[in-house]
């Protein structure tokens, strides 16, 4: 059975640093791209980016290029997004999801979410 | 930047068929998959390309995408069919998700 579990959730304060992670379990996770996807409070989905634990290609898009890192460790199976210096407005649930490849392909497992709050 | 275009809400009675919208320009030159998500859930891959059903989800739920809209059909709705509704494609790399659709059962 395919998993993806996420850790939980987090409250930070604005300035600190943060990685949440997200392991797979029940498929090759060398095989598959990792996708990040935003849910601020109350709103739609907004894609973050990609990552191909195979090789760490990762794609962003242009909306968080350099707001986040995405990055991988296959050894372990987990997939990672973190923030050097957390905002109030990063506030938001983030999910992971699985795809078979940029371009065309749907999310089609996705995490339970991790939710992110960030307040002083 | 492509953008898709959902109606906020729709509502249907119990056992009739909902229609949900998504528009794009030329958006039926590519592969539209849609999400559904309850409250307090993760979403859920409904259709795949256009009108694909993944394994588990019931015949119930079909789409077709032409020209400008892809639609997303719930057919017989169900109680448990209220959630709001995403469609997504890839467009040159970024991938984008519809505004979301909230879909009422009355």
């Known amino acids: 059975e395919v998993q993806l579990v996420q850790s939980g959730a987090e409250v930070k304060k604005p300035g600190e640093s943060l990685k949440i992670s997200c392991k797979g379990s029940?498929?090759?996770?060398?095989?598959?791209?990792i996708g990040w996807v935003r849910q601020m409070p109350g709103k739609g989905l907004e894609w973050m980016g990609i990552?191909?634990?195979?090789?760490?290609?990762?794609r962003y898009s242009p909306s968080f290029q350099g707001q986040v890192t995405i990055s991988a460790d296959k050894s372990i199976s987990t997939a990672y997004l973190q923030w050097s210096s957390l905002k109030a407005s990063d506030t938001a649930m983030y999910y992971c999801?699985?795809?078979?490849?940029?371009?065309?392909?749907?999310?089609?497992?996705w995490g339970q979410g991790t939710l992110v709050t960030v307040s002083s | 930047s492509y953008e898709l275009t959902q109606p906020l809400s729709v509502s249907v009675a119990l056992g009739q068929t909902a229609r949900i919208t998504c528009g794009g320009n030329?958006?039926?030159?590519?592969?539209v998959h849609w999400y559904q998500q309850k409250p307090g859930q993760a979403p859920v891959l409904v259709i795949y390309?256009?009108?694909n059903r993944p394994s588990g989800i019931p015949e119930r739920f079909s789409g077709s995408n032409s020209g400008n809209t892809a639609t997303l059909t719930i057919s017989r709705a169900q109680a448990g069919d209220e959630a709001d509704y995403y469609c997504?494609?890839?467009?040159?790399?970024?991938?984008?998700f519809g505004t979301g659709t909230k879909v009422t059962v009355l």
């Open positions: 999801a699985r795809l078979d490849g940029p371009g065309g392909p749907p999310f089609d497992y």
């Open positions: 029940g498929y090759s996770f060398t095989s598959y791209w």
């Open positions: 990552i191909y634990p195979g090789d760490s290609d990762t």
């Open positions: 030329n958006i039926g030159s590519k592969n």
């Open positions: 390309r256009d009108s």
């Open positions: 997504q494609v890839w467009d040159s790399s970024p991938l984008i």
